[in-house]
């Protein structure tokens, strides 16, 4: 269980850290650094990932298999959702 202090100024959303300002003004949104890391948006909006399960183990992995997942794929819209959601400012 998480506690938070009175003062502390921090709220965490489902979306990511907000951070209250001082003089009432509007809250920053802060980025999530793991998706930041991990995902780049496309020029018409679309977000791309690196594909999955090309790290090791992969001399038990066919030859199809390891082809397909070179570069990178676009997500689908209901993970898109997700990952933007935790990209406010892009």
Known sequence: MHYRLPGS???E????SIVRAKDGDMPKLK???A???RFRLTASGKVRANVA?????LRKR???MKRKAR????LANCDARIVKA???NL
């Open 31 to 33: 980025t999530k650094s």
């Open 13 to 16: 959303g489902a979306a990511g």
């Open 71 to 74: 570069g990178t794929m676009v």
């Open 62 to 64: 066919s030859q199809k």
């Open 9 to 11: 100024g921090t709220d």
């Open 35 to 37: 998706a930041k890391k």
């Open 86 to 88: 935790c990209l406010p």
């Open 53 to 57: 399960y090309k790290q090791h183990n």
